[in-house]
């Protein structure tokens, strides 16, 4: 099969072929449609966490997929050949990713392909839309609160606004201003990061706001900290700080449940997955290049035809 790897950290990534990987016990083989980018992928590549994560080389890289089941391990009851599905293949050992033509995924990372997304929007889904997901959950977001997104319009950040609108809540975002029309059109007030974000937070919000999710690093959180009173309510991916004041740190997991409550509120019509670029597999690279810019408003994405 075809699948983008590296031999090496540092490498550029390439397509190759490589075996189809085997199935294990608890696993299904997928066909993949499309495989979405995250800046995790390249960090894997450039070894920034090698004291984390068991890596083997060569290593097919890549964590979501969206795809038609191929086959199902023996133990597997949950799903059958020709499933439409998508993951967040985040397994133990890191080498057989979903860069590739084939992808083998634990049933604990699989849930049902919403019917309302193309292949494209479904790969992007599932560790964007997870993140926020459990990030909201970690500040108990909910009905009548004001949330601050940091980083409102990235891959994360503009699931987190929609999955948060999609519970009543009043959802102030910062971003770029390019990005300001984006933002409202997905339900947010936006407002610009950078110098001076508290103020212009509190000429929006004067008495703050209820909790804040970061999605971005730097001063996010020391400025959250300014404006949420009660600090469990603050949450980052990016940051240890978080759980430092009594927040949380965020690391997402793969997880069925919130994966198809995702799948849900998109079949709803409440969640949609905005795509900053579609690519084909062997541009990999070129997606890394745009993804280390961080200025994508939505998702990058790796495309593989049906044979």
């Known amino acids: 099969m075809k699948a983008v790897t590296i031999n090496a950290y540092g490498e550029a990534p390439r397509l190759t072929e490589q075996p189809v990987p085997k199935v294990g016990p608890d696993s299904v083989l997928i066909r993949v449609r499309a495989a979405a980018v995250n800046p995790v992928d390249w960090k894997i590549a450039e070894g920034y966490l090698d004291q984390v994560l068991n890596v083997h080389f060569p290593l097919t890289l890549g964590w979501d997929v969206a795809g038609v089941v191929e086959r199902v391990g023996p133990a597997v009851t949950e799903y059958e050949v020709g499933d439409e599905v998508i993951a967040y293949n985040r397994q133990d050992a890191v080498q057989f990713g979903t860069y590739a033509e084939f992808a083998a995924a634990p049933v604990r990372t699989l849930a049902r ?13 599932p560790l964007a839309g997870l993140t926020a997901y459990q990030s909201l959950r970690a500040v108990r977001a909910a009905d009548g609160d004001t949330v601050l997104v940091h980083a409102a319009a990235g891959g994360v950040g503009s699931h987190a606004v929609q999955i948060a609108v999609a519970r009543g809540a009043r959802v102030i975002g910062t971003a770029g201003e390019h990005n300001h029309d984006f933002l409202r059109s997905l339900g947010a007030e936006p407002v610009a990061h950078g110098e001076g974000l ?15 999710v970061d999605f971005v690093g730097g ?24 759980a430092e004041i009594g927040g949380t740190y965020v690391f997402v997991r793969p997880d069925t449940a919130d994966l198809t409550a995702l799948g849900d509120l998109a079949d709803a019509g409440k969640l949609t997955v905005p795509l900053d670029a579609v690519l084909p597999l062997a541009e990999a690279a070129e997606a890394f290049r745009r993804s280390r810019e961080g200025r994508t408003r939505g998702k990058i994405v790796l495309e593989i035809p049906s044979s």
């Open 113 to 125: 392909k919403p019917a309302s997304l193309s292949w494209q929007q479904a790969a992007g889904l």
């Open 198 to 212: 508290e103020e212009r937070v509190r000429a929006l919000a004067p008495d703050g706001v209820d909790a804040a």
């Open 219 to 242: 001063d996010a959180v020391a400025v959250s900290r300014k404006l949420v009173e009660d600090a469990s309510r603050i949450a980052s991916v990016a940051d240890m700080a978080a």
